[in-house]
Nanobody, 125 residues
Framework: QVQLVESGGGLAQAGGSLRLSCAASGRTSSNNDMAWFRQAPGNEREFVAVISRSGANRYYADSVKGRFTISRDNPKNTLYLQMNSLKPEDTAVYYC??????????????????WGQGTQVTVSS
């Protein structure tokens, strides 16, 4: 009932920047936390950043803190991830996630109800 579509991925050089977007549609009136996760080949899906419904609370994985910024535009039902100072280690498929009900930890993928298809981010050295 909720559709999430990521965009903005692509190629970047180390030290460069990319801005990811996630457009939400469907039954979004009960949306709460939204988050970004990423998964590199051979790795588990890992937490990147999360933002509360109002945008007042934001948390980041230590690996991206100080480089990435999560934000949301609720009237547009859009989530963003501004990625600066990119590193080759940031190469992964990035997924947008939404949880309708609270329960579990915000950094756990199991806590989220809806997922986008992912967008590839590749950072060259």
């Amino acid at each position: 009932q909720v559709q999430l579509v990521e965009s903005g991925g692509g190629l970047a050089q180390a030290g460069g920047s990319l801005r990811l977007s996630c457009a939400a549609s469907g039954r979004t009136s009960s949306n709460n936390d939204m988050a970004w996760f990423r998964q590199a080949p051979g790795n588990e899906r890992e937490f990147v950043a999360v933002i509360s419904r109002s945008g007042a609370n934001r948390y980041y994985a230590d690996s991206v803190k100080g480089r990435f910024t999560i934000s949301r535009d609720n009237p547009k039902n859009t989530l963003y991830l501004q990625m600066n100072s990119l590193k080759p280690e940031d190469t992964a498929v990035y997924y947008c996630a939404l949880r309708m009900l609270y329960g579990g930890s915000y950094y756990s993928s199991a806590s989220y109800d809806s997922w986008g298809q992912g967008t590839q981010v590749t950072v060259s050295s």
